[in-house]
């Protein structure tokens, strides 16, 4: 089912956030038993999105690195990049360990980090993984990010710039923990989900979406393949990492 935000008015902090951050209303979506999606679809305005893209895309150090899955090694449908504060435990998913850059390599990462938290007042990120998507054929399949360096309440902003892509979110069916499965065959047919227990929406060019609560408990999350997106998207996923 496409996803139904229930509008809600911007109290009088969040209109005092400078142009041209918060530039759209927030929406936030209540997923049940202490999960919620909230969104801002021009968090940045279209030229300074753009302006930022181009520096992301051109000087970022990306790399398509092999992964494990199911006991075999694959090569990751997207690039990828990994900053965090030092000294924080190492991050480690799907048996790859990314070199973990500082907010100094890459200055611009500092200002979009300061209006994200700028826009979520109390919020502390202190990592930062980036994805790109050269296209269609590059994607992210279901998966929960309940690796355990992060809390399972935790806070996990995204912003996106570039091409739009769908999200797809899905109840899981129990609360065991589910990791990555890129590129693993499709398993067969189990009962269908309810409506409720499904969403799918379109992330624009310079939006905001933030996962919080037990979103990560109780919810996997996807960016399927798709064939008619041929142009390139660059996401950033702000995260904090316990024990900083």
């Not at 801002?40 to 999105?49: C, E, G, L, N």
């Not at 150090?61 to 992964?67: E, V």
């Not at 000294?87 to 990314?98: A, D, E, V």
């Not at 355990?148 to 923990?177: H, M, W």
Request: hydrophobic residues 30%; charged residues 25%; aromatic residues 10%.
């Amino acid at each position: 089912m496409s996803l139904r935000f229930k509008e809600v008015t911007d109290s009088e902090t969040e209109t005092k956030i400078p142009r041209p951050f918060d530039l759209g209303k927030r929406q936030t979506l209540d997923l049940g038993n202490g999960s919620e999606i909230l969104y801002i679809s021009k968090f940045v305005s279209s030229d300074q999105a753009w302006t930022w893209f181009d520096y992301l895309n051109q000087r970022i150090p990306w790399t398509r690195p092999t992964i494990r899955v199911f006991g075999r090694s694959v090569l990751q449908p997207r690039d990828t990049c990994y900053v965090a504060h030092p000294g924080l435990t190492t991050l480690t998913y799907s048996g790859y360990k990314p070199h973990a850059y500082t907010w100094d390599d890459f200055t611009p990462l500092k200002d979009i980090l300061d209006a994200v938290h700028e826009a979520l007042p109390g919020s502390r990120f202190n990592s930062l993984l980036l994805n790109r998507y050269k296209g269609g054929n590059d994607c992210v399949g279901w998966h929960s990010d309940d690796e355990k360096v992060y809390a399972l309440n935790q806070e996990i902003a995204s912003v996106s710039f570039g091409c739009e892509r769908d999200f797809l979110l899905k109840k899981k069916p129990n609360k065991t923990s589910q990791r990555r499965n890129d590129e693993v065959p499709p398993a067969k047919k189990s009962k269908k989900c309810s409506g409720a227990d499904t969403h799918s929406f379109v992330l624009k060019h310079g939006s905001l979406l933030v996962m919080k609560g037990y979103t990560q408990r109780d919810w996997m999350h996807s960016v399927p393949k798709r064939l008619k997106a041929e142009a390139t998207r660059i996401n950033l996923t702000f995260r904090h990492i316990i024990g900083d």
